[in-house]
């Protein structure tokens, strides 16, 4: 079955403790990104990866980092977790550059983590 | 830059009446627009897309959105909802080339009373 797969789907830590957000697609996809979602904001990107090694800012990438060093998997870390990042955060996968690209972007189920 | 505004926050509608869910952008280039749908503790997953050609698309579980150029427009719509339809709703819009980065607009929560 096409997935992706987020861990963990539920998180409660304290600030500056660092943590790691897993993302892993099993479609071949290119390209990978990272949202969070708040309430009245909507979905902002975090940061995004065209491919392996490759990866870029999003919206919103203060206090976050990134790693693609294998297609299928592209993790979120947060090195010093602060409250300001309690919120869902999604994981995102599509093919990218294709001649036919729909751009449609196939989603995790998310990730909710609280910061104490 | 690319925007996008869902000026509805919250859309209570009862079953069985029909729905527009409201939709406007703005961007300096051409763009592709999509509907996603989120329900409850779950992931987006598209609901339908327009690429080009026909301003009317159809989508899944009987929705349809009209995309509307001079107005920078692409309102969503059905004709008659289920409760099955409560869910969150969001607008989306991506520029033609380069990456594969989706704007979001803040959502709109449908609620359909029984």
């Known amino acids: 079955e096409a997935q992706v797969t987020q861990n963990p789907r539920y998180l409660i830590t304290v600030t500056g403790k660092k943590l790691t957000v897993t993302c892993s697609q099993n479609m071949n996809h290119e390209y990978m990104s990272w949202y969070r979602q708040d309430p009245g904001l909507g979905l902002r990107q975090i940061y995004y990866s065209m491919n392996v090694e490759v990866t870029d800012k999003g919206d919103v990438p203060e206090g976050y980092k990134v790693s693609r060093k294998e297609k299928r998997n592209f993790p979120l870390i947060l090195e010093s977790p602060s409250p300001n990042q309690t919120s869902l955060y999604f994981c995102?996968?599509?093919?990218?550059?294709?001649?036919?690209?729909?751009?449609?972007?196939?989603f995790g189920e998310g990730s909710r983590l609280t910061v104490l | 830059a690319q925007s996008v505004t869902q000026l509805d926050s919250q859309v209570p509608v009862f079953e069985e009446a029909p729905v527009e869910l409201r939709c406007n952008y703005s961007s300096s280039v051409s763009v592709y627009l999509f509907w996603y749908v989120q329900y409850p503790n779950q992931g987006l997953q598209l609901l339908l897309k327009?690429?080009?050609?026909?301003?009317l698309v159809k989508g899944i579980n009987g929705f349809e959105a009209e995309f509307n150029k001079s107005q920078t427009s692409f309102h969503l719509r059905k004709p008659s909802v289920h409760i099955s339809d409560t869910a969150e709703y969001f607008c989306?819009?991506?520029?033609?080339?380069?990456?594969?980065?989706?704007?979001f607009g803040t959502g709109t929560r449908l609620t359909v009373i029984p």
């Open positions: 995102a996968s599509s093919r990218d550059r294709a001649p036919k690209n729909t751009g449609e972007l196939f």
């Open positions: 989306a819009v991506r520029v033609q080339t380069g990456a594969n980065n989706l704007f």
């Open positions: 327009y690429l080009s050609g026909s301003t």
